[in-house]
């Protein structure tokens, strides 16, 4: 039974993030085929941000009605969305029309806002109703979430997408001369598979995770309760007890009562937090969505497409392992020490801030054009995902101790700082345009030396 427990919270956990991550991984080659190109990553985190109307929603009616809310309906329905806009983007993902003269990618950006309702959604919605499993399963469930970007990934590597190579080609100039002028021109690899047959498998984990959601709820709950459900159970035990004219008044009776409430004593202490420790956890959790949600992916093709687009296609695939290896570490070595996860939220912060660094360099970042250079970079995207990974899971352990409404708004503070990240930089990059793009084979940088 827990076996299966595991696999079915893990298979849940799959389908929380997987249509975003997949989106994210498949870019190296959306990029090229849809006229926003490089900005297009800017253009995604608003669209996803403005998803944030779910979260939002759901969040105002734990805090307006009470326990009236059914998440299971709400995840039943999501995870349902998520299933049919996916097979319409096997369709419709390259459609474009003319707005303001221009022409734009409509059709994936509105399912692009469905996707990401759907995952935005599911931050308020999923961690809680984990909470009705004892608390070893909350890590299984971070796997799976994690597995949503590893599994796409895994997926875009073997599509190959991303590859492209410079060629040399020639160009007749004029009407009256046979002169030749011979210039480099990146050409692209055709995929080992289509995106629609890649958007497909998509589908397909969205399907599993649905059907783990069914499987969840039909199981015979067995299992032991989790600790925050256990505190209020044994209180609420005790008090009915005091209450009850058939418990025994005696001295021994009385003697068990206070047992009772002495082991319940120290797993409510365990879960408090002084105000100033509770601040520097939502802050946390505010800066680290902030970073990985919002400003950093924002400028991801700047960051990496000056190198190539080798480099692009492995920073965002191999980030991708880095967050359900973070999840896996979090199983076995868990830390919770606020130190110790500010520390490691520097760290991850000081990799980023170098990612951060490049883009604004581009089209000539640092070390352009050597395997050194795509190194580094592929490295500290692979480092800045997986150390601030690592600190999301264990504010989300933290937090799941204390109680479910602590879980509840770790999904809005979430949220929040990937909205004001996103927001933040869309100005940047696509309205004032302070980051530069260029061609891979023909950017000329101040060495002098093209890629």
């Not at 303001?100 to 469905?114: D, E, N």
């Not at 692209?188 to 890649?198: A, D, G, L, R, W």
């Not at 000056?306 to 967050?323: R, T």
Request: hydrophobic share 50%; with cysteine; aromatic share 10%.
């Amino acid at each position: 039974m827990a076996l299966l427990l595991h696999l079915l919270a893990c298979a849940f956990g799959l389908g929380s993030w997987v249509a975003v991550n997949g989106l994210w991984v498949e870019l190296p080659l959306i990029v090229n085929a849809l006229p926003e190109g490089w900005e297009l990553p800017s253009y995604l985190t608003v669209i996803i941000q403005l998803a944030n109307l779910g979260p939002l929603l759901v969040t105002l009616m734990h805090k307006l009605c009470p326990g009236r809310l059914n998440e299971h309906a709400v995840i039943y329905s999501i995870l349902s969305i998520g299933i049919l806009s996916c097979i319409l983007l096997i369709f419709f993902w390259d459609k474009t029309t003319i707005v303001a003269g221009a022409s734009h990618s409509t059709a994936f950006f509105i399912l692009t806002f469905f996707l990401s309702l759907v995952d935005c959604t599911s931050s308020v919605t999923f961690l809680p109703f984990m909470m009705q499993l004892p608390a070893k399963y909350i890590t299984t469930y971070f796997i799976g979430e994690g597995l949503s970007g590893f599994i796409p990934g895994v997926l875009a590597l073997a599509q190959g997408v991303g590859m492209a190579k410079c060629v040399n080609s020639s160009q007749t100039l004029g009407n009256y001369t046979d002169e030749e002028v011979w210039s480099l021109q990146t050409e692209y690899h055709s995929p080992n598979f289509s995106t629609q047959v890649f958007f497909s498998f998509l589908v397909a984990m969205m399907c599993i995770s649905l059907a783990a959601f069914v499987g969840l709820n039909r199981l015979p709950r067995t299992f032991e309760l989790s600790t925050a459900n256990l505190v209020p159970d044994t209180v609420g035990s005790v008090s009915s007890g005091l209450d009850n004219p058939g418990v025994e008044a005696d001295g021994e009776g009385e003697k068990s009562q206070r047992t009772v409430e002495e082991n319940s004593r120290p797993l409510l202490v365990e879960a408090q937090h002084s105000m100033y420790q509770l601040a520097c956890i939502y802050f946390l959790v505010i800066w680290v969505n902030a970073a990985t949600n919002g400003l950093l992916p924002s400028v991801q093709t700047y960051s990496c497409m000056p190198y190539g687009n080798l480099a692009y296609h492995l920073s965002a695939a191999l980030a991708s392992v880095a967050n359900p290896v973070a999840c896996t570490i979090a199983m076995f070595f868990q830390n919770r020490s606020l130190i110790f996860l500010g520390m490691l939220t520097v760290l991850g912060t000081g990799f980023g801030s170098y990612n951060m660094a490049m883009a604004a360099m581009s089209p000539c970042p640092l070390l352009r054009g050597s395997a050194v250079g795509e190194a580094i970079i592929v490295l500290s995207w692979l480092l800045f995902t997986g150390t601030l990974s690592y600190v999301k899971v264990m504010v989300g352990v933290i937090l799941r101790d204390r109680s479910h409404s602590a879980l509840i708004w770790c999904g809005a503070a979430a949220q929040t700082g990937s909205l004001v990240g996103s927001v933040t930089m869309f100005p940047l990059v696509s309205v004032y345009q302070l980051f530069k793009s260029g061609d891979f084979c023909n950017t000329l940088c101040p060495s002098g030396k093209s890629g």
